[in-house]
């Protein structure tokens, strides 16, 4: 610091690790990196019990690499060495280095590179493995980690200056991360002021030419964007009026785009150099698919019907904006990192980010005072039980339209009306994907959810009928010359 403060110019040597704020903050160090027992490692979200079963969801993602292996969430700790080692993300190249007994790993800091190894030479991002995919790209480790912010300029935007940018060889990024979930992401370390780095987050906030989430909100808490950019590129912060933690958590808990894409308007494809590769709409499920349009992006296009698709990432924070909690001034920290008191009685924020399920005591009852804990586990359970009723039928719907459209293909039925299903199997993959992608949504936005999923139901529905009527309509006109030969000898 003392040679810093001689010659400003001269940058110091920065310490992503976390272990800087541990020895003033102990209680929050050691919750944060507390296991979630509620959860074990590598659970797809297509498992029989959870949030989308298969055969639908393969079907559903129609080969897109999420399909490889999409799993239920862990503790924030585990945030980063899990995407390190997910079959989707670099072809099976990181493995855990104790193999299947890392799953069973207790509470305690660590670094990514303490648990797995790199086991092919070279940095060709591409399968390596059967059954693998190679999807992660930069942009998916700006919200995984800030060990590489001090070198990554706003939005990613490429700059000479700047050691890494969206179309980095992610192999080569992510040899440079060893940290999840920095401290630094939500607290300034100069000021302790509480702050946002996420530049896609501070993009949308300070947006002007489409409407979101915050720019609506009439009480939303004010901003200070501050450049950062001594390092002779643009990089940005964002410090908060006040502690918020539904802003805070939207650094990541939304849903955004990472990865490259296809412009609906012209065919072509949209590449990592592209800014539309980092951007976070911040709107909610009744505006995201027209806020896609006026991006003019999709992810994908679906390998059975041809749609052109998006694929949602986790878009909490939008489900809980405007939910009923919200609406009474309810933060995502009450209800998942609540005040709670250590051994000697003093009282600090729990940063255990976890389901509220591991203290009820601290959360729900804190307002349900005339409820007990068995009763809350009923409340929840109740909830969680009916909503994933309603996502079985957007997805038995959706299974008529798969069909649909095979026997439309087989038929030959005319592109225009293939076309106009397309666009329902748009509006309906999306009103069903944006659920399953998102976390709780059945306890932060019900009502919102089962609107979404009856117009996912809507909107397949009327795509299976248009298709099997533009069937039934070819075979009769095909029947007909053959019927009026019969009748002539």
């Known amino acids: 610091t003392a040679n810093h403060l001689k010659n400003p110019k001269t940058h110091p040597t920065v310490s992503m690790s976390p272990q800087q704020c541990s020895s003033c903050h102990p209680n929050q160090f050691e919750t944060m990196y507390k296991v979630n027992d509620h959860r074990i490692a590598r659970d797809s979200k297509k498992n029989l019990n959870n949030i989308s079963p298969n055969p639908f969801f393969d079907e559903a993602l129609g080969a897109h690499g999420f399909v490889k292996e999409h799993n239920l969430p862990r503790s924030h700790a585990y945030a980063a060495v899990d995407q390190f080692i997910a079959d989707r993300s670099f072809g099976g190249r990181f493995q855990p280095k104790e193999g299947w007994l890392f799953s069973g790993d207790n509470s305690g800091f660590f670094g990514v590179w303490e648990k797995i190894d790199d086991t092919i030479p070279g940095n060709a991002q591409k399968p390596h493995k059967p059954g693998t995919a190679a999807a992660a790209n930069p942009v998916c480790w700006t919200c995984k980690s800030t060990d590489v912010m001090m070198d990554w300029a706003y939005l990613g935007d490429p700059n000479t200056k700047a050691k890494w940018s969206r179309a980095s060889n ?5 040899h440079n991360i060893n940290h999840a979930l920095n401290c630094n992401m939500c607290h300034d370390p100069h000021s302790a002021q509480p702050r946002i780095v996420r530049d896609a987050l501070i993009q949308a906030m300070t947006r002007t030419d489409y409407p979101t989430l915050y720019s609506e909100s009439a009480n939303k808490t004010p901003i200070e964007v501050k450049d950062m950019g001594l390092r002779g590129f643009t990089r940005k912060i964002a410090i908060l009026g006040k502690p918020d933690s539904k802003l805070m958590c939207a650094q990541c808990h939304v849903e955004y785009n990472c990865n490259p894409g296809t412009d609906p308007a012209t065919g072509k494809p949209i590449k990592m150099d592209d800014p539309r590769t980092n951007l976070f709409p911040l709107v909610d499920v009744t505006r995201i698919e027209d806020f896609y349009k006026h991006a003019s992006f999709k992810d994908f296009k679906h ?5 052109l698709l998006t694929k949602m990432q986790h878009p909490d924070t939008e489900v809980y904006w405007n939910s009923k909690h919200d609406q009474m001034g309810v933060g995502c920290a009450a209800c998942h990192m609540p005040k709670v008191k250590d051994a000697n009685g003093n009282v600090y924020t729990s940063h255990w980010a976890t389901t509220p399920r591991a203290y009820i005591q601290e959360t729900c009852l804190q307002c349900h005072k005339d409820k007990t804990e068995a009763q809350m586990n009923k409340v929840l359970d109740s909830m969680n039980a009916h909503y994933n009723g309603k996502l079985r039928e957007a997805e038995a719907s959706m299974g008529q339209m ?32 944006w659920w399953t992608a998102s976390n709780g949504s059945w306890f932060h936005n019900m009502p919102q959810a089962k609107e979404s999923l009856a117009k996912s139901v809507a909107a397949s529905q009327k795509a299976t009928k248009l298709l099997r009527d533009a069937v039934a309509a070819k075979v009769a006109a095909q029947a007909q010359p053959q019927a009026q030969q019969t009748a002539q000898k």
Not at 170 to 174: A, F, G, K, Q
Request: proline share 5%; aromatic share 8%.
């Open 170 to 174: 992610p192999v080569d990024l992510v």
């Open 402 to 433: 798969f069909i649909a459209f095979r026997q439309a293909n087989d038929a030959g039925v005319d592109p225009a009306v293939i076309k106009q299903a397309q666009d329902l199997h748009s509006v309906a993959h999306t009103n069903w994907e």
């Open 303 to 307: 390998n059975q019907t041809g749609a």
